[in-house]
């Protein structure tokens, strides 16, 4: 390649890494894969190392892609926070065994192998034990202090075991969200009719940088620790460092290995390709290191990574197919959904026929025409994607995909909100599997918990006609359960006895059974809560309802279009006269004693026990009232971390208790 066009391409890849960099770090966002990420880095690396004069100080070759925001406190690091070198090849890593051998000369060295969780980096700072900061990789030379946020995690210490520790030292990991508690938002998400989260790395990323340390502890982080840095401190290796990490209560992963040689390490990265998809939280690699802190010295850094180190990425798996047609699901909410119908193709051991193709946008993206040869990829995630259409396979006759207009299943046209990607079939009660799926949706546990039926058993009273809406199932007779295919008289009795049962579920559990787009579950508490019984919310206003504490224009738009409805109320009168309850019990809150009958309670800060509802519920549960303002009224403050200094002020001044978690928690005798 000549200079000129060189030069050209460094300013292309530059811009586009920077791009995607911005994306990836603001808004946690990945438009691409980190894999094609990485092999364009890798291009721009090579073509800077060919011609050493085009290289520029702000590269992406030369810099942590990771920004500081606006929102925190910047906090500078004592010791710079650096990224990794990667590498998709076991030859490249061997050529890194070669590096660190020529580097370290005549003496023996062993590696510390790791798995890289798939998160973002945060540094925390400990003076006295205590914690006293946690701040985020930043672009390594400055980070975010997103303290508050970081206390948050349980399992991040406030004070270190022990008293054996040094003034000062950094333990330094990955804050993640675990895989089953991003597949719960997005559940919850789902039943919301929200926008889904991309993937766990994204809403980790995402969640720490949010300016509500109340919404951050809602969200489940967790975070494994890898590095115990500072100065001077009292170790050889990188193995005393995570032992001693593990010794203060640190969450470290017990999944690493210390290995003799390059051929361990190649052991050890073939041992978790696959069973690293058992654990709790994405991992994409395995993170290499050099174990001895000398020889780590010896060799030293570049601009952006240390030189004893290295990640190992797995490659998500790919192959290519053919498309042979498309297919539309419908669900619950009505949302239409896309399927590729793929020629079966095996990939990362499973035989793959079907991949999600989410919208029409995404078909557009791709340019996708049924008949195509298509890239498949299947990464971590269990839904493999299309990545890309082999368009020298292309048939020159085919035609774009037209998408559907009317509803696969009842005919009904289709429509699409303004701004939305998602297409809906609006015939809510008359469309075969949105009727089907608000059944599925009223039994499950966290609503009318009736575990006695099942999606096949909703199937067959849908298909015999007797089911078309919630109100039905108290009407159906033994005769009409027993007929269903499959079913004696146990089990019929059995399905009767449930439906009978769920009379006495909480109205807020019903309430959410409804499933009145937008209401979740805790929408549904609050909402219950707040107006006691169901006439009560059924007649009030989008203004009331905006007034309620975290009901926003979204949800109380929802719920007045609900009952707007006639046949909505026809079906809840029906539901009454079967004796379900639409009134809350004020019971229905469990007594765990009564140390602080009589009292009233505001609650303020971020709690290290307690997320912000759930210490309100404690209080309930011992006999305290919860306000939510200062008064002379009010008995105790509950003071977390990061409480306003204002409402300090105020409590002092009108003679309030100030008490803090500590102390609350031996008030109602939890610790
Ligand atoms: N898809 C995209 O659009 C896009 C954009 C930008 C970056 N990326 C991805 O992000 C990468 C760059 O991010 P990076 O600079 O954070 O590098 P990196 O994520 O590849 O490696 C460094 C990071 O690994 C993490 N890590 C996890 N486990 C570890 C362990 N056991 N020991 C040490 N570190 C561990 C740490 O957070 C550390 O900061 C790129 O290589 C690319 O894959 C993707
Ligand atoms: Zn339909």
Known sequence: MDKNTAEQKIQELSEKLHYYNYKYYQDSISEISDYEFDMMLKELIGLEEQFPDLKTDDSPSQRIGGDITKNFETVEHKIPMLSLGNTYSKEELDDFDGRVQKGIGEEEYEYFCELKFDGVAISLHYENGKLIRGVTRGDGSKGDDITNNAKTIRTIPLRVRGDKYPEYFEARGEVFLPRE???????????????????????????????????????????????????DLPIDSHEEGIKQLEKFGFNVSQTYRKCKNINEVFEFINQWEVKRHNLPVDTDGIVIKVNSLDQQEQLGFTAKSPRWAIAYKYKAESSTTVLKEITYQVGRTGAVTPVANLEPVSLAGTTVKRASLHNANEIARLDLRVGDTVHVEKGGEIIPKITAVDLTKRDLGSSEVEYIKNCPECGTELARAEGEAVHYCPNKKGCPPQIKGSIEHYIQRKAADIDSMGER????????????????????????????????????????????????????????????????????????????????????????????????????????GYFQDEDNIAVIERLKSAGLQFEIKETSIEQKGNNLQGMSLVVSGVFEHYGRDEIKEVIKQYGGKVVSAISGKVDILVAGENMGPSKRQKAEKMGVKIINEVEFRSLIKEN
Do not use: W
């Open 181 to 231: 508690a991003f597949n719960e938002i997005n559940r919850e998400r789902e039943e919301n009719g929200e926008a889904l989260l991309a993937n766990p790395r994204n809403a980790a990323s995402g969640t720490i940088k949010m300016q509500d340390s109340g919404l951050v502890a809602k969200r489940k982080l967790d975070c494994y620790l890898y590095s115990y840095a500072g100065e």
């Open 457 to 560: 058993t909703i199937h067959m009273l849908y298909e015999k006609g007797l089911v078309r809406n919630i109100a039905d199932l108290y009407d159906l007779t033994y005769e009409d359960v027993f007929e269903l295919e499959g079913f004696k008289d146990l089990s019929t009795q059995n399905l009767l006895n449930g439906i009978e049962e769920s009379k006495q579920i909480p109205f807020e559990n019903i309430l959410f059974g409804l499933g009145i787009r937008f209401v979740g579950k805790t929408v549904a508490e609050k909402l219950g809560v707040h107006f006691k019984n169901i006439d009560n919310l059924a007649k009030s206003s989008f203004e009331e309802l905006i007034e309620v504490p975290e009901i926003g224009e979204r949800i109380a738009q929802s719920v007045v």
